[in-house]
């Protein structure tokens, strides 16, 4: 802690007031490759005909970085990291030389895997990084075999990697986790992004610099807060959205939190003026994957995104390229959002790799805070137009649950913690009340605008509306779990916990079949289900 806070105070000293210079080479196979771009987060150059850059810099972001080119990948570091950083490490007006590596890399055809806020906190009571190793790391090798077959494989972390809340409880921050991902035997090279809780809540009441000095673990761990690497034909672009501000009155129940940990939502006008010069350097027309942990858009839920005008400035930063697709994390939902007249992009956020922070008990199902299952997603980058392939940690293959609310009820009414519950959020939806006899409740967490989901009744269809009501399943998954009798109310789950993708529709009978149909704005079929009635209820329900 106090190494920590040392370096905090180090770093407060006027860097600007000098400048230095830092040199190198970049080379593969002990060739120089020229024309490699080279930044210290806001300017960037390129390598010459020697494979040679100079940077005159201040080195306000204390590190040096290259976007490795189209062909090739950096050296690595250790197992999952590509060494394309390294941290700059004297004092501002003294020269450094640092050289970097690239491997040659045959990239005709590359697939990404996708995993995002795993929150691992070496936590007891969640048992956090036992249940990744055991449930979640086998599938993500299983697709890194499948993929790897076709070409090489990366891997993208979207933010939220640790937990700052936690790190100090239990002596896990992002250096540790990085450690233990990379022993575990994960098998593909990680390229990441910052959350929220990717930074150092023992950093606080620094005004301005708060959010760089929370940052010094990420910065040691994954390296710059923005940056880029081209991939066969396509431009990857990293960035840093969260501002950490950490004011305010600190988490007393966690160890050396010293502030509310609240961030803001945005693109830091240094980074964007780095992004700028990032793209200079890339063709007109290229297509570009952006990747940040908040989301661009807002969604249907209205739950947090970046702060208003992004989208605006984005637009024009990418104004010479057509295609943008967006991946971010943050919501834990997966959520498929139009992008409100911004014809170039096209957003993905992905639901939590965590389910939801691996709060759920032993025996039941790890589910996202929209209850999708937890799941990675897989991006085969050689298609024209890439769709990400949902990939369930249980091995379903469907993103829809259909609940029989008759059922639901019955369950509710003769549920001890469920009856808790309902007295303690009589607000709330109680499915065992008769107002919701014959109900039912669709959760197609695959859905996207556009798309049509209908429900028929022997053949009728139903009348089929958007749903503001309750998840059951994430209500006695999540929370009538951790109830008793002496539990008191939360001002947070006064209200039902709504999803952006679920349906009701009431059917005319308690017993009747029903079929669930899923079609895109063209009246394709993407997706149908029969649903036999009556239909149980229960932690196990898919």
């Known amino acids: 802690m106090k190494r920590v806070l040392l370096l905090a105070a180090l770093m407060l000293l006027p860097l600007f007031a000098c400048a230095g210079v830092v040199k190198g080479k970049v080379t593969a196979g002990g060739k120089p490759v020229a024309g490699v771009p080279v930044s210290d987060g806001r300017q960037v150059v390129l390598t010459n005909s020697r494979g040679r850059y100079t940077l005159k810099t201040d080195?306000?972001?204390?590190?040096v970085f290259i976007t490795t080119p189209s062909g090739y990948v950096a050296q690595m570091m250790d197992p999952i990291r590509p060494g394309f950083w390294q941290l700059l490490t004297k004092a501002p007006a003294k020269r450094e030389v640092h050289d970097f590596k690239l491997m040659k890399?045959?990239?005709?055809?590359?697939?990404?895997?996708?995993?995002?806020?795993?929150?691992?906190?070496?936590?007891?009571s969640r048992d956090d990084l036992k249940r990744f190793k055991n449930t979640v790391l086998p599938v993500i090798r299983r697709e890194y075999e499948a993929a790897a077959a076709r070409g090489p494989v990366y891997s993208v972390n979207l933010g939220d990697f640790a937990h700052d809340r936690y790190w100090y409880d239990f002596g896990l921050n992002e250096e540790a986790a990085e450690r233990f991902l990379a022993t575990a035997g994960y098998p593909a090279p990680v390229y990441s992004v910052s959350g929220n809780h990717d930074n150092d809540g023992a950093i606080a009441g620094l005004g301005d610099r708060t959010d760089f000095e929370s940052a010094w673990n990420y910065r040691h761990t994954w390296g710059p807060g923005c940056y880029s690497v081209n991939i066969g034909a396509d431009h990857w672009i990293f960035m840093d959205s969260v501002e950490y501000i950490n004011d305010g009155e600190p988490d007393a129940k966690h160890k050396n939190i010293n502030g509310r940990r609240n961030y803001l939502c945005h693109i830091l006008d240094k980074d964007l003026e780095w992004l700028r010069n990032d793209l200079k350097f890339v063709s007109p027309g290229t297509r570009i994957f952006f990747c940040c942990h908040v989301p661009l858009f807002?969604?249907?839920s209205k739950s947090e995104v970046m702060m208003p005008g992004q989208a605006e400035i984005l637009d024009e930063v990418f104004s010479d390229f057509p295609d943008v697709y967006v991946f971010s994390g943050h919501t834990h939902k997966y959520i498929h959002t139009g992008t409100d007249g911004f014809i170039r992009f096209r957003q993905f956020i992905f639901g939590a790799t965590s389910g939801s922070m691996w709060q759920h008990p032993d025996g039941y199902q790890a589910i996202g805070s929209d209850s999708s299952e937890q799941a990675i997603n897989v991006l085969d980058c050689s298609a024209p137009e890439p769709e990400p392939r949902f990939v369930a940690i249980?091995?379903?293959t469907k993103m829809m649950r259909v609940y029989d609310i008759n059922a639901v009820g019955d369950f509710y009414r003769n549920d001890p913690q469920c009856?808790?519950?309902h007295e303690l959020y009589p607000e709330r939806s109680w499915y065992a009340d008769p107002a919701f006899a014959n109900m039912i409740y669709v959760n197609y967490w695959g859905y996207a605008p556009g798309q049509k989901v209908e429900i028929f009744e022997d053949g009728k269809a139903l009348d089929v509306k958007k749903s503001n009501?309750?998840?059951?399943?994430?209500v006695i998954t999540y929370m009538t779990p951790k109830l008793d009798g002496g539990s008191q109310p939360s001002k947070s789950n006064l209200k039902d916990r709504k999803t952006p993708h679920s349906f009701v529709a009431t059917a005319s009978t308690a017993t009747a079949p029903v079929l669930v149909r899923v079609s895109d704005p063209d009246g394709k079929v993407l997706y149908e289900e029969t649903v036999i009635r009556p239909k149980q209820f229960d932690k196990n329900t898919n």
């Open 298 to 300: 807002n969604d249907a």
């Open 419 to 421: 009856r808790i519950f």
């Open 394 to 396: 249980s091995g379903s």
């Open 59 to 63: 080195k306000a972001d204390s590190i």
């Open 105 to 124: 890399q045959d990239q005709g055809n590359y697939s990404v895997i996708f995993i995002t806020d795993t929150h691992f906190a070496n936590d007891p």
């Open 469 to 474: 009501l309750d998840e059951p399943l994430y």
